[in-house]
């Protein structure tokens, strides 16, 4: 592993995906997004920093959810809050 990755990247062996491309928050809310995050601790698909809502952070902050993944087709990195690390993959 590289060093910029951290515990928490470093100890993902499955990756989870998406279970819905939508935002689960804004559904709720009628919003809009941009781009989606899945999380990697409960599975939860929710709205990237360039959306209105922000969920996805919003969530790992509420949560202590420290993964996300991206949800878009053709993008493949993790992301840790906590840490501020990144990984492609
Ligand atoms: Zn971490
Ligand atoms: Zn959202
Ligand atoms: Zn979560």
């Known amino acids: 592993m590289p060093d910029e990755t951290c515990v928490h990247i470093s100890s993902v062996n499955a990756l989870k995906q998406p279970k819905r491309r939508e935002c689960e928050e804004c559904v709720k ?3 809009e997004w941009v781009h989606l995050r899945t999380c990697q601790e409960c599975g939860g698909t929710r709205c990237c920093d360039s959306s209105p809502n ?3 952070t919003k969530h790992a902050r509420a949560s202590k959810h420290p993964l ?3 949800a878009e087709p053709g993008e493949r990195w993790l992301y840790c809050y906590p840490d501020d690390a990144f990984m492609e993959y």
């Open 29 to 31: 809310i009628g919003g």
């Open 54 to 56: 922000k969920h996805a």
């Open 68 to 70: 996300i993944a991206s």
